[in-house]
């Protein structure tokens, strides 16, 4: 099994900052972003990972590539702490830049050479998870019991409007349809869809057919993975996987503030400080 990272946008929503740092390059606390989707892949055995760029975001190879120089240092002090948090993935990381911004489904076309004839997951770095069991794992093992292409989703989270919610057939494993940001009331399941999916080689062909038509209808903006999808789903080829664990959202300022706030309480050291931080604020209001 592969992984594909799918990281060429521009992160307009978090300018200045992403005129020069990638977005996933934006720390947690003292971990970028990237990073816990790598650390996730490995941990479920995927050991080949595409992170798919554009031309601004040379910082994400260099972040998975040795630091020689510090490692130098380290080693005459003897830090081998400091030595473990710069060593590189215990995998291979490829890079492929994607020239042209045209979506997502754009995006996923240009990684048929690199995953082949296999199925494989990808993740949209703007949802990191915790968790006992990675997300990609929880994937990679609805796969294998079904042996169909699976998206990951959150039981009734607040604001439900704001997903892709996923309608699901009569044995409510399938996935038929997806609505885009139902009106409240009229949501076909409480099932999120969220950015990680495990795809199977079958969607490449669709993902060509839709490009013809995207191409021949004169559209000249994204061309998003959905079309493929829902020809996947009328085949009975897509499967729903419920997310155990947390999801955090960080492809907003606000949902990157509370992603930093929520990973940083479980951090006795950290908690303390959020705590102490609160009741100071609290304070000034009195």
């Not at 079904?146 to 309608?167: F, W």
């Not at 057939?169 to 009331?185: F, N």
Request: with cysteine; hydrophobic share 40%; charged share 30%.
């Amino acid at each position: 099994m592969k992984g594909v990272i799918i990281a060429a946008g521009y992160g307009t929503r978090f300018l200045p900052v992403t005129k020069t740092v990638p977005k996933e390059m934006l720390p947690i606390i003292d971990r970028p972003a990237i990073d816990f989707i790598v650390s996730e892949f490995i941990q479920s055995g995927i050991k080949e990972i595409l992170i798919l760029t554009s031309r601004r975001k040379k910082a994400l190879d260099d972040y998975f590539d040795r630091e020689t120089e510090l490692e130098e240092v380290f080693m005459r002090e003897g830090a081998a702490a400091k030595l473990a948090k710069i060593a590189p993935p215990e995998a291979d990381i490829f890079f492929r830049r994607q020239n042209e911004m045209k979506g997502t489904g754009h995006a996923l076309m240009q990684v048929k050479s690199f995953v082949g004839d296999e199925p494989f997951v990808v993740a949209y770095p703007d949802d990191l998870h915790t968790g006992d069991v990675p997300l990609a794992a929880q994937l990679i093992k609805k796969y294998e019991e079904t042996g169909c292409s699976v998206m990951s989703a959150l039981h009734n989270p607040p604001h439900l409007e704001r997903y892709g919610i996923l309608k699901l057939d009569s044995d409510k494993a399938h996935v038929v349809d997806i609505v885009e940001k139902p009106a409240p009331g009229t949501e076909p399941s409480q099932e999120a869809s969220i950015g990680r999916y495990l795809f199977t080689p079958d969607i490449f062909p669709f993902l060509a057919e839709g490009w013809e038509k995207h191409c021949q209808a004169g559209n000249t903006g994204e061309y998003f993975h959905v079309y493929a999808l829902k020809k996947l789903m009328d085949q009975k080829k897509v499967v729903c996987a419920v997310i155990k664990g947390e999801r955090l959202d960080t492809g907003t300022p606000a949902g990157y503030l509370s992603a930093i706030i929520r990973y940083a309480y479980e951090n006795p050291e950290y908690r303390k400080v959020i705590l102490e931080e609160v009741e100071r604020l609290e304070g000034k209001k009195k």
